[in-house]
Each structure stands twice: as C-alpha cells, then as structure tokens.
C-alpha cells in the first residue's frame, strides 16, 4: 500500500455528493475512481470531482486493482453484496449507514471481514463528530456520574412516494433504517447493547416503517426512549441522562456543533465543537489513518456495535410487520 490511499466511490448518489469536497480536507487520501450503474453518470460525477477514473459497472471498480478502499453509498439493501464482492477482492471498505438491510447480511459481512482480515466499517459519520468526541469524553470523566438513561429523536416529513428510496421496502425504505439507525447507534454508544428492545409505530401502503418510537432496556434498569419518523420533522434532538447531571445534544444531534452540560448544583456550560469540512471529514480520516496503521477495525465505530444497532433495528422491524431483504444481482 503506497502513502496515500486511494478511494473509490460506489453509487454516485445524494450523499456521494456530499460527501466528496471532505476527501479535500482528508490528509493522506485522494478519491480516484467512481462506479454508477450508468457510464454517463460516472463520467458526469468524475467530471465534477476531478476524478481519475469512472466505471459504467460497479464490478469494474471492485476489480480494479488500483484502490484500496471502497466507498459504498447505494441505498441500504445493496450494501451487503457490494461489501462482500469488494472484501473478496481484497479491497477495504466504508459502508454508509444503514450498514446493510438485515442482521443476517451485516453478520455475513463482518464474518467474511474477520476472515480475510480487511478492514470494514460503519460510515455513522456522527461518532466521529467533535462534539461527540468531548461528550464521550465528559461522561468518560464522570461529568454527570452514571448514565442511566439515553433519550434522541429523528425525524423528517416528507411526502410519500413509492418509489422513493425512502418509501420502497425493496430499497430499504423506511425510517427505522434511514434515521432510526442514528437514534439507536447514538443509545447503543451510551450504553451498550440492550437487553430488551420494544417498539411500536405505523407503516406505509409500501410496507415500510413511517415512524417508530423504540425503547430499550436493560436489565439492570438503564434505559432509552427513542424515536423516529418520515411521516413529520421530529426535532433531532438527544439527552444523556446521568446520577449527578445530564447532558443535551442541541439539535441536529447526528452532526452537533453544541452540547450543554447540566451538572448538578452548576449553571449549565455551553461546549461547541466545530466539525472540519462538511462534517463527513472525520469518518474519511478515522477510515484513512487505520488503513495506514494496518487496522482491521474502528476502535470509535467498532463492528460489534454495528452488529448490535443494526440487530435492535431487525428486532424492531419485526415488532412493526416490516420485512427488509437483501439486494441480490447487485454487480
Ligand atoms: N451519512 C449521511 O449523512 C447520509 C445521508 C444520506 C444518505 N446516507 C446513506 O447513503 C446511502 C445512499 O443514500 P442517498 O440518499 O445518497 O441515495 P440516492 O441519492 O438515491 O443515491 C444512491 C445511489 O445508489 C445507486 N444505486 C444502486 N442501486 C440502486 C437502486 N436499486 N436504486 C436506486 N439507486 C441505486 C444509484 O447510483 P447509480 O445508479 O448511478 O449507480 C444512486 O444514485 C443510504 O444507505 C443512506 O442511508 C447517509
């Protein structure tokens, strides 16, 4: 592996887009090649990039033995044979968030990870946040004693459409998987995997989950109430609630800039955090130095906890009547 690492782009999509002016702020990593579905997507999208190479087929940037990290951003249910096409090519990857539609697929991933040693992991970019990193470090400190307790909400209204990758069962529709996958990560994060999950919520015509409000328990009483939604704008708040304080992740907590700690006996402190680029810089370096230093894993976004979020979003499916599948004839 040379100095830099080089990165491809799978699915040149919405956050594709977003995502591509942070590899300017990531040191050591240069973005070389896309693969869309279509030649004359690729070509538009490594034009606008300044991309070396665009790929017409998604196998041909899996093959190509010039990039040792692939980016996949495809809606959720071609994740999995995107990430399992790319590890037996020997390549790296970052796989957007849901990691995969079911926790059958995610398990396979991690396995065949394991197995051939190459590095995988979840791109929950808001792990990797500033504001995130000190609040993982206040309550690591003891700031508001023991955490008892995680409350976090997410939501959008949008309007329903079928064939919208939101709405489509077969493209992972749904708000469990979208913006659930946020509300639980951030819970599991807090307070590790639950020992009971409960939800409740409606579905769409689609089949697909329109909102969700997801409690997690834990045997010795710590808890989460969590909730989320594509029906209405939920405000995207979250609270970590502990013996001796409490802490607020002002709005939207997946990407903050600002959290307040409330000790107890103290005036509130206001801390913000700003992020570097647009925010989706940090994952891109976390990804980047742990290849450089030879890691197969996150130590920040580790893949037990991967499995254990996307597990609570299968057990909630299941409670709401929504059946998620994996993508097949994906390459
Ligand atoms: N981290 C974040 O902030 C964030 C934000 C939004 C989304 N995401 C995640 O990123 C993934 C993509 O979301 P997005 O909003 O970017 O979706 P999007 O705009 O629909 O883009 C997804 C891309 O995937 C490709 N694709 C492959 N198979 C497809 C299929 N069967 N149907 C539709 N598109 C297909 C398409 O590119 P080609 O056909 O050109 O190959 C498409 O442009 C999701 O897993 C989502 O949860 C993360």
Not at 23 to 31: C, I, L, N, S, Y
Request: one cysteine or more; aromatic letters at 6%; charged letters at 20%.
């Amino acid at each position: 592996m040379s100095n830099e690492i080089r990165w491809g782009i799978v699915g040149p999509g919405r956050i594709a887009e977003s995502v591509m002016p942070d590899f300017g702020v990531t040191p050591d990593a240069r973005a070389v090649a896309v693969a869309s579905r279509s030649q004359e997507r690729a070509d538009a999208f490594a034009a606008r990039h300044g991309l070396e190479r665009a790929y017409g087929s998604y196998a041909e940037i899996v093959a190509d033995p010039d990039i040792d990290v692939l980016y996949l951003a495809t809606p959720h249910p071609q994740h999995h044979a995107l990430a399992m096409a790319a590890l037996r090519a020997g390549k790296a990857v970052l796989v957007e968030k849901a990691f995969t539609a079911t926790t059958a697929g995610a398990t396979e991933v991690v396995d065949l990870a394991r197995e051939t040693g190459a590095f995988v992991m979840e791109a929950m970019w808001t792990r990797f946040q500033p504001a995130v990193v000190e609040l993982r470090r206040l309550v690591a400190d003891g700031a508001i004693g023991e955490v008892r307790s995680v409350q976090a909400d997410l939501g959008v209204a949008r309007e329903y459409d079928p064939a919208d990758r939101l709405f489509a069962l077969e493209l992972g529709g749904g708000a469990l998987l979208d913006l659930g996958v946020y509300v639980v990560s951030f819970a599991q994060m807090l307070l590790g995997t639950p020992d009971r999950v409960v939800a409740t919520g409606s579905v769409f015509p689609s089949g697909a989950d329109a909102e969700a409000a997801i409690l997690l328990g834990y045997d010795d009483g710590r808890n989460a109430a969590l909730t989320t939604s594509l029906r209405y704008a939920l405000p995207g708040a979250a609270r970590v609630v502990g013996t001796t304080g409490w802490i607020d992740v002002l709005p939207r907590f997946h990407h903050p800039r600002t959290i307040v700690l409330h000790r107890q006996g103290a005036e509130p402190e206001e801390i913000t955090r700003p992020q570097t680029g647009a925010g989706y810089a940090h994952e891109l370096i976390e990804v980047t130095e742990c290849l450089r230093a030879g890691r197969t894993e996150s130590a920040v976004m580790p893949l037990a906890d991967t499995l254990a979020v996307q597990d609570v979003l299968g057990q909630a499916a299941d409670q709401l009547g929504v059946r998620h599948t994996e993508a097949v004839d994906v390459l």
